[in-house]
Antibody, heavy 116, light 109 residues
Framework: QVHLVESGGGLVKPGGSLRLSCAASGFTFSDYYMTWIRQAPGKGLEWVSYISGGGYYTEYADSVRGRFTISRDNAKNSLYLQMDSLRAEDTAVYYC?????????WGQGTLVTVSS | EIVLTQSPGTLSLSPGERATLSCRASQSVSSNYLAWYQQKPGQAPRLLIYGASNRATGIPDRFSGSGSGTDFTLTISRLEPEDFAVYFCHQYGSSLPYTFGQGTKLEIK
């Protein structure tokens, strides 16, 4: 059974940094693209980034390109999102999801709040 | 960027009724790579439909998807109490960014 668990969220000041993690189990992690999707409070869903199974190919939404970095450690079955230069508009629940799309498997999400 | 516009914003129906939710794309969605998700408060989205019309594993057959090109529909044939939630469409065609509709809230009348 696929299991995805995000961690690393919290309160950070504008301009600050945060690193999210997603621990995966129940499938061969290195075989799958992985994706980060976020949802601002009371709002819709926004695709943030994805990474190929080997970690060599990445894509980003324009809103985060140059500030966020997606990576993975297949030996640890873990996905990461390094978030720098955070802005108030980055406040959201961040979900990791299996595959580049569509997404049958999601984590429970981790809340990132950017506020002074 | 492909913009997905969902209508209506809110749909008020009673259990047992039929629900029809619309998702219109600003340009054609390649290969009909259009999915529908259901989301309940405090939960992650749940995949219902992919490829415009294919039910995901474990999804009841009262949920069906249809459409192609720029116009897509999610139909729930007979609403159960657990179906009242927010529904999002999602295009994952050849052009990035993948995008989501703004959602339709299905509420009990």
């Amino acid at each position: 059974q696929v299991h995805l668990v995000e961690s690393g969220g919290g309160l950070v000041k504008p301009g600050g940094s945060l690193r999210l993690s997603c621990a995966a189990s129940g499938f061969t992690f290195s075989d799958y693209y992985m994706t980060w999707i976020r949802q601002a409070p009371g709002k819709g869903l926004e695709w943030v980034s994805y990474i190929s199974g080997g970690g060599y190919y990445t894509e980003y939404a324009d809103s985060v390109r140059g500030r966020f970095t997606i990576s993975r450690d297949n030996a640890k079955n873990s996905l990461y999102l390094q978030m720098d230069s955070l802005r108030a508009e980055d406040t959201a629940v961040y979900y990791c999801a299996r595959k580049n799309a569509p997404h049958k498997d999601w984590g429970q999400g981790t809340l990132v709040t950017v506020s002074s | 960027e492909i913009v997905l516009t969902q209508s209506p914003g809110t749909l008020s129906l009673s259990p047992g009724e039929r629900a029809t939710l619309s998702c219109r794309a600003s340009q054609s969605v390649s290969s009909n790579y259009l999915a529908w998700y259901q989301q309940k408060p405090g939960q992650a989205p749940r995949l219902l439909i992919y490829g415009a019309s294919n039910r995901a594993t474990g999804i009841p057959d009262r949920f069906s998807g249809s459409g192609s090109g720029t116009d897509f529909t999610l139909t729930i044939s007979r609403l159960e109490p657990e179906d009242f939630a927010v529904y999002f469409c999602h295009q994952y065609g050849s052009s990035l960014p993948y995008t989501f509709g703004q959602g339709t809230k299905l509420e009990i009348k």
